[in-house]
């Protein structure tokens, strides 16, 4: 075969995410492309192993290499830019939760169960599982992962950076075998123009009820899952575990250092929590864009940092639930 002169740019791959209606399997009827930073190298998974097995000598035999795909967690990470349709997607899926009203958020209850997500059953929106395509510029060798999930998500955005437009980097996980060799998923939806900026937190922004100038934040949500028991010729998960031990959900703000925030060195010491609101509203419950909402942040060690504009200081918070209400509300 005669060399081939295409030498690609790794933006020519592409991803491509959509909801599944039956757990486990792929959706890739007009998915929705997602803005990313970079493409990940594609993700193979399973057991490989190479080992000296017992033989003639003390070499390792072609016939001692063993590998198998099925059957195994594979996992994979993506960054990109938080869209105004492909971040309320992954919002919902690491939350298994559909967006509420007044305000329009996505909310972690106190008491926080997730739904049952068993091979098969049927889903309506984002909670369950979703299907993602590596989509590469050669003809058929498109990868198909199905039943995904988002286990972390970290929505992150600074001042200094691309104007205050908000980014995410994403974990993805699933126990299903991958699809390879596919043809690229037909009518796409491109990428939407629309974002979310830090500067959409406008008119509300307070650590234990005092004022801030932020900079920057970095909102994690980590909510684990497992793939468990098995079923088909490949091997392919029975019934997926969320959060456990539990959903975790934590902050890290970037704010100037000045009378109102000088004082959470004594906070952390005290051990006390602190509410946390950052919106466009000063009623939260009308409140639009992007912002998030925390009544119990446990602080962790604040930490000075120096900035050419001047002093600034670190507050990374954990946020815990309470007997009544919601751990973190996310509006997006």
Known sequence: MAIDGNFYSPNEFRLAVKAETALGTANTATMQLVNHDGIFSPMVGGVELHEVRSGVGRTEKAADHYINTKGAEKEFTVSGIADKTVLPMLLANVMTTTVGVSPASYDVPFNYSPPALTHGAVFADNTGTLTFAWISPESGRTKIYAGCVVSKLTIKGSHQDD????????????????????????????????????????????????????????????????????????????????????????????????????????????????????????????????????????????????EDAGMSLNIPLAFKASTSGDMLQVIA
């Open 163 to 306: 104007g205050g437009r908000l980014h995410f980097d994403a974990t993805i996980r699933t126990g299903y075998k991958i699809s390879d060799n596919q043809a690229t998923p037909s009518s796409m939806s491109a990428y939407p123009s629309t974002y979310y900026f830090l500067y959409d937190m406008n008119a509300t922004r307070t650590v234990g009820g005092n004022d801030v100038i932020l900079n920057s934040i970095d909102l994690t949500l980590d909510n684990p899952a497992a793939y468990r028991g098995s079923q088909g010729a490949n091997g392919d998960p029975e019934i997926i575990s969320r959060g456990v031990p539990g959903l975790r959900a934590s902050a890290a703000l970037g704010v100037v250092y000045d009378a109102n925030t000088s004082a959470l060195f004594s906070s952390h010491e005290t051990g006390s929590t602190m509410a946390v609101e950052f919106s466009n509203n000063a009623a939260w419950s009308s409140a639009t864009g992007f912002g998030f909402k925390a009544d119990y942040g446990v602080l962790n060690l604040p930490k000075t940092a120096q």
